[in-house]
Structures are given as C-alpha cells and as structure tokens.
C-alpha cells in the first residue's frame, strides 16, 4: 500500500447486528471515536425502494457530523476467512454505500470488536440489559478505533 493520504474530517463507525446497528464518530482529526447512537435494525425487506429506517438513521448521522466515510465493521473468523454473516455485511454496507454517496463506505475488520467492548464494558461495571443497550455502540467505537489506528500506521509508515 505504501503511504496513504489522510483526508481529515469526521468518520462514522458501524456495528452492524442482527438486531441492533451500532454508530460511532471520530473527530476531525481521526485520533478519538466516541459512542453516538444504537439504532434498532429494519429487518423489512427493502419494497418500492423505500430506505430502511436504519439506513435513514445513519444517513441523518452522516449529514449531522458531516463525516466523510463511513466505515462499517465487516466480520471475519478468527481464521481470517468470511462466512455466511460477511456476505449479509457486504450486502448492507453496498446499498448504505449506493444511499450516501459520493461519501464511501469502507469495509474494516471487525474480528473481536463485540467481545472486546462487551470486556470493557463488564470492566467498567455494565452488564445485563444496561450493556446490551451500549454494547453496539461500543464495538462500533472498537470498529472505528481499530481502523483509525491502522491508517495512522499506514500514513507514518
């Protein structure tokens, strides 16, 4: 890859669920992700090319922060392969993509981000349903972080 432009400007972090969507935002700068909302998932099949309610939720998000990516956490195995949840990700973040454009939507790595904020939330004190409102928002935060670290990493190096 070799050395990478930083674009500076806000991003938005997605946890994807099955139930619930995580959204996260990081400054200008890309130093810092911080929670943002849970938004509860539209399960509906997408008819007369209605935006899903979820969707619609983050794109209010996008517009808010004015961010200039969204990146969205893509599940891969501890073996590094996909499986069946990657290609419903893909299909997600594809029409998110289609629906904030020219804004793009990245795909990152998302391996352990729920099970890692689910540790630093129980750490910190918050379990049961407490945690199972918060913990979307903090993988999305690990999701961001994750990705954000890594871009400074690229761009130094």
């Known amino acids: 890859m070799g050395q990478q432009q930083w674009t500076r400007g806000r991003r938005l972090g997605i946890d994807v669920g099955s139930v619930r969507v995580g959204v996260a935002v990081c400054d200008p700068?890309?130093?810092?992700?911080s929670p943002v909302?849970?938004?509860a998932?539209?399960?509906?099949?997408?008819?007369?090319?209605?935006?899903?309610?979820?969707?619609?939720?983050i794109l209010g998000y996008l517009r808010e922060y004015e961010a200039v990516e969204i990146i969205v956490g893509l599940p891969i195995n501890l073996a590094g392969k996909e499986g069946p949840?990657?290609?419903?990700?893909?299909?997600?973040?594809d029409r998110l993509a289609e629906l904030a454009a020219?804004?793009?939507?990245?795909l990152a790595d998302e391996r352990m981000s729920t099970a890692t904020a689910t540790r630093r939330l129980s750490e910190r004190g918050?379990?049961?349903?407490?945690?199972?409102a918060v913990v979307?928002?903090?993988?999305?935060?690990?999701?961001?972080?994750g990705w954000l670290d890594a871009r400074r990493a690229a761009v130094r190096g």
């Open 126 to 132: 918050v379990r049961g349903r407490r945690q199972r």
């Open 102 to 106: 020219p804004v793009p939507v990245v």
């Open 41 to 57: 998932r539209d399960q509906r099949v997408d008819t007369e090319g209605k935006t899903p309610t979820d969707m619609s939720e």
């Open 37 to 39: 909302a849970t938004v």
């Open 136 to 145: 979307d928002q903090a993988a999305a935060v690990e999701i961001l972080q």
């Open 29 to 33: 700068d890309g130093i810092l992700a």
């Open 85 to 93: 949840a990657a290609v419903l990700i893909r299909q997600y973040a």
